[in-house]
C-alpha cells in the first residue's frame, strides 16, 4: 500500500527491533482494502492499510522507543470494509480508550488522542490493542506520536490602557 505523506509505513508483521527503534513485539496481521473511492488520496492512504489480531479477542503491542518526556499520541482506529467494535487502545500498560472501548461502522474510522509520558528508566511508547468482546477484531490504521506541547503564558501591558474607540491590527 501507499504510506501516506508525513507517515513511516510499518508493515504490520514487522517485529520491534532495538537498533531500527520500533515494531510489533506481538504479532499484528496486516490487511489492505485498496483505494477509498470517497476519500482523497491522502487520506485514502492512511485508512485504506492497518494491522489487526490474527486470533479473536486477541492483543497486538507496537513499541516505538523515544526520550524522556511528554508526548501527543493519535491513533487511527476503523476498517473500510467492516464494522469495528470495543476497541480498546493501551499505552504504557494504561487504558487510553474510553470504557467499553471504541466502535465504528464499516467504512468510518475514531481517532483517539492522548498524552503519554516517558521515563528515562523506560524509555520507549508501548501501545497495545485488543478488543473487549462483540466483533472479535480491532484494526489500527494510523499512529502519530509528537512531542506534547507545552502551554505557553500570554502577558499583556503592565499598565491598564485607555480605550479610544480605534482598533489597530
Known sequence: ?????????????????????????????????????????????????????????????????VPEGSYQVTVTLGDAWFARDKMQGKANGTVMTP???????????????????????????QLQFGDLGGDPYWAANGITIRPAVTPGALSGPSSSLPADGTTLD
Not at 515494531?23 to 492497518?50: I, K, M, Q, V, Y
Not at 470504557?99 to 468510518?108: D, K, P
Request: charged residues 10%; aromatic residues 10%.
Open 99 to 125: 470504557v467499553g472501548g471504541v466502535s465504528t461502522a464499516a467504512g468510518r474510522f475514531a481517532v483517539v488522542s492522548f498524552p503519554v509520558t516517558v521515563s528515562a528508566g523506560a524509555p520507549s511508547i
Open 1 to 65: 500500500a501507499t504510506t501516506a505523506a508525513g507517515y513511516t509505513g510499518v508493515p504490520a508483521g514487522l517485529a520491534y527491533n532495538g537498533t531500527r527503534g520500533y515494531g510489533w513485539t506481538t504479532a499484528a496481521a496486516g490487511f489492505d482494502r485498496g483505494a477509498l473511492s470517497r476519500a482523497p488520496a491522502a487520506e485514502s492512504n492512511l485508512l485504506r492499510d492497518g494491522a489487526y489480531t490474527n486470533a479473536s479477542y486477541g492483543s497486538s503491542t507496537f513499541r516505538t522507543d
